[in-house]
């Protein structure tokens, strides 16, 4: 899809004056970005902008202002609401090039059943007449992960291999304060937030950032985090047969989290790999809600060509498309009640 | 954070990136004021065609009272044009990992056209599914 396209892809740190120079010639006129999340993030260590990863925040306003954009979409953890010196910075940034902002924590479970609140921010163009992005609007009912999987992905062996807890990771997860039952899939509630650890917090990160996993005391400090599901296939663990755990598969994540994962090609992708990927990913519904409203008010203000369709619509579709490749994952046969439920309130 | 530096606070032989008006052109220079500071200076660029310009890699040289800004060998002068209503809804993403966000962006009609990322795994994975890819070598600042 992307090469038929020819869409241009630049390796770099967009903190790079080098980078941003060369994206100039292929720059949209609308900027996004998912700035690093890990500085701000409760999981991580919380050294803000000590934290050299925190640079892609600058470096994306210093891209903004460079490329002279006039509408820019950012996301990441909610923290960076309450961060003093994120906050500093928009206001400098704000005062010093006249760009309107606009901030708003975004919740996905009233609407879809993940915990996905991330930070967003629009930084606009006074022209542009960009208004606070509202709440997204909530269904009848908070969806929980039933109406959504009623059962999950039958995966290939290999693929099976390849997210099944090895030994360690199985006492790992047992040994925690709670037992290995809290970090099973709970399909009576939405699914926690995805993390790009997921799959990777007791060994090497196979997108590079880590080459071994966290530390025994990191581990005690922070936590265990990972949604586990049981198989057929049993171990045992100080004389008791247990069933192994497998670790959910990306397309599922992704599923939960409105992302079609076969438009995304992490079929194509080692199964940890993928986890790691789709685990640091934002929510299409966000994106569409955020960017959809932007656009009505664009075109409000008259500089923008009139939307297909209203922001509701579009995360109509958007749910629409992501039913219908959760029915080709699960080769769904029948649609169970809660799953119809879903649906229809959704229409 | 600082967008830009103040120009005139700068020392000699500084490299600096900023975005300026264009004022006067003049054979082989132009007078521009830079948009965040407003502080005057010469740049030794014919900038006739630009009303405004981001200005990166430029070096700060002082003659006389004149501040000047002198090209350098990785000078590149982005000379801004109005934007078009109809390419409103062009959109680039930086940082964008595999870009699930783009679906969402799709959906409201806009047209994604490019993408930026540092992490060589994801950017290998996305170069093997564009037909054009751009590798940028560049130190991490610290």
Known sequence: MVEKQGKIVIEGDVSCSQVIAQLAPYCGNILSGGIACQPWSLLGDQREMSDDRSRSMPGMLRAIHFLQIPLAVMECTPAVLQSKEEQDILRKFASETGMVVHQKILSLHPYWPSKHQRWWATLSHPALGTRPTPDMPPLAFAPSMIHLFPFFMELDQETLNELKLDDQEMDQFLSTPKGISEHQVNQLKPLPTATHSWGSQLRECLCGCRKTGFSQERIKRKGLYGQLLPLAEKCTKQQVSIPRMRHLHASEVAVANGVDPMKLGLQDMQPRLALAAIGQCGSPFQSAWVMSNAMQDMWEAGVFPKPTNEPIEVMRGLAQAIFQVRDQLLKVQGKSESMQKFEETIK | ?142
Not at chain 2, 23 to 50: F, M, R
Not at chain 2, 90 to 98: H, I, L, M, R
């Open chain 2, 1 to 142: 954070m600082e967008l830009e530096p103040d120009i005139r606070l700068l020392d000699d032989g500084t490299t600096v990136d900023l975005v300026a008006d264009v004022a006067i052109t003049g054979p082989g220079y132009s007078v521009v004021t830079a948009v965040i500071h407003k502080n005057s200076v010469l740049v030794d660029l014919n900038l006739a065609d630009s009303r405004r310009v981001t200005l990166f890699g430029v070096k700060k040289l002082t003659v006389g009272s004149q501040v000047w800004l002198t090209r350098t060998p990785s000078t590149l002068a982005l000379r801004h044009q109005a934007k078009e209503f109809s390419k409103m809804s062009t959109v680039t993403e930086v940082c964008s990992g595999t870009s699930a966000v783009s679906q969402g962006y799709e959906a409201c009609g806009a047209k994604m056209v490019s993408y930026n990322e540092l992490n060589p795994k994801f950017a290998a994975w996305w170069k093997n599914r564009a037909k054009s890819s751009l590798r940028v070598m560049c130190h991490v600042r610290k």
